[in-house]
């Protein structure tokens, strides 16, 4: 499973959906043109999902190359945001939560308090 790769700094989630039929050239060409962000950052963990939210690619740069990682849910599906417009950058906690099968944004949701008077 995604939870034990070592060196990670970062885990920056890709938000929405992706063809998942691209390869780390193509995942790496979206980290780039459309995030602005650099996909040869050592330590850095970019996830994505596809259509289904049963399946999640991973891509690593360690350094000296890239690391490409899937995972296919048997039954189920993640929690995925389909923001498209954003990646976020989450904690090892969340990134741990999420990895367990928990939603990377909480369900439970602050409520305004009316004070009687």
Same mark, same amino acid.
């Given at each position: 499973?995604?939870? /034990?790769? $070592?060196? /990670?700094? &970062? /885990?920056? /989630?890709? #938000?929405? +959906?992706?063809? @998942?039929?691209?390869? %780390?050239?193509?995942?790496?060409?979206?980290?780039?043109? &459309? =995030?602005?962000?650099?996909? @040869?950052?050592?330590?850095?963990?970019?996830?994505?999902?596809?259509?289904?939210?049963?399946?999640?690619?991973?891509?690593?740069?360690?350094?000296?190359?890239? #690391?490409?990682? =899937?995972?296919? @849910?048997?039954?189920? &599906?993640?929690?995925? $945001?389909?923001?498209? *417009?954003?990646?976020?950058? %989450?904690?090892?906690?969340?990134?741990?939560?999420?990895? *367990?099968?928990?939603? %990377? *944004?909480?369900?439970?949701?602050? =409520?305004? +308090? %009316?004070?009687?008077?």
């Amino acid at each position: 499973m995604f939870e /034990v790769i $070592p060196d /990670v700094n &970062h /885990v920056i /989630v890709i #938000c929405g +959906r992706c063809d @998942l039929r691209r390869g %780390i050239d193509g995942l790496a060409a979206i980290i780039r043109l &459309h =995030y602005g962000m650099d996909p @040869l950052e050592s330590g850095s963990l970019y996830l994505f999902c596809g259509k289904k939210r049963d399946r999640i690619k991973g891509l690593l740069f360690t350094g000296t190359g890239f #690391c490409q990682l =899937y995972i296919r @849910l048997t039954s189920g &599906h993640f929690q995925w $945001p389909r923001n498209s *417009d954003e990646a976020r950058d %989450i904690s090892p906690e969340q990134y741990k939560r999420f990895m *367990d099968g928990f939603a %990377i *944004d909480s369900s439970i949701k602050a =409520y305004k +308090r %009316i004070d009687e008077t």
